[in-house]
């Protein structure tokens, strides 16, 4: 079985302030998607990462994939309350199927 | 952009009724669906794996009997939670993703159901 482990579970910062969210595993992944979950809602696709050492960018949102393709992170610049929500990363595994991090719930306080 | 609909957002019902949830794509063909259910602030878990035409594959744990999952179609997943009871509460995910089983095109989620069982 391929295992996520996410990092922090919980972070609860003032607007303005940085952030990083880790993803690390033992397993290689194919591709890693980072989501953000509101409340009632699914799951919504941030980016896919998919080369090792990848680095993306989406606003103040810079996501890395690992050389090894066994880690990622989520980097938030600024942040701000309108970040504020459940977020995942999913690693894809050889089979297609998604394995998912325990998620990381981030509150902004203005 | 992709769109899954997942219907109905929100389920009550008394203990021992059967419920069905639908998860479609609306814009494109989706060979393979996937199940999740999630806990309140906790992660998505895969309960299966449906595939158009054929039987869906069943995570460990879960009971295909209270999980009946049909694919008849590209475009329409259902899932039937058979005898519902309380424990059965929770958030009921679908989503939906272009290629075959082993596609690395990205998954595509719906809004999700919220059964809750009296």
């Known amino acids: 079985t391929q295992l996520l482990e996410q990092s922090p579970q919980f972070l609860s910062i003032q607007e303005g302030e940085n952030l990083t969210v880790y993803c690390n595993s033992s397993?290689?992944?194919?591709?890693l998607q980072w989501y953000r979950q509101e409340p009632g809602e699914g799951p919504v696709l941030l980016v896919t990462?998919?080369?090792?050492?990848e680095v993306k960018k989406l606003k103040r949102l810079t996501f890395q994939f690992g050389d090894a393709r066994k880690d990622s992170s989520l980097h938030i610049t600024a942040a701000q309350p309108g970040d504020t929500g459940l977020y995942l990363c999913?690693?894809?595994?050889?089979?297609?199927?998604?394995?998912f991090g325990q998620g990381t719930i981030l509150t902004v306080h203005p | 952009g992709a769109v899954v609909s997942q219907h109905p957002s929100r389920v009550i019902c008394k203990s021992g009724t059967s419920v069905k949830i639908e998860c479609r794509s609306l814009?494109?063909?989706?060979?393979?669906m996937f199940w999740y259910r999630q806990f309140p602030k906790q992660s998505l878990m895969l309960m299966a794996t449906?595939?158009?035409?054929?039987?869906?594959?069943?995570e460990q744990g879960v009971e295909k009997d209270k999980f009946l999952i049909n694919h008849a179609s590209l475009t329409l997943s259902t899932l039937t939670v058979t005898s519902a009871h309380p424990e059965d509460s929770s958030f009921y995910i679908c989503?939906?993703?272009?290629?075959?089983?082993?596609?690395?095109?990205?998954?595509?989620f719906g809004d999700g159901t919220r059964l809750s069982i009296l």
């Open positions: 989503s939906a993703r272009e290629g075959t089983v082993h596609s690395n095109q990205p998954q595509h």
């Open positions: 397993s290689v992944f194919s591709s």
């Open positions: 990462v998919v080369t090792g050492g």
């Open positions: 999913a690693g894809t595994t050889s089979y297609g199927k998604l394995t």
């Open positions: 814009d494109f063909q989706a060979t393979t």
């Open positions: 449906s595939n158009e035409g054929s039987k869906a594959t069943y």
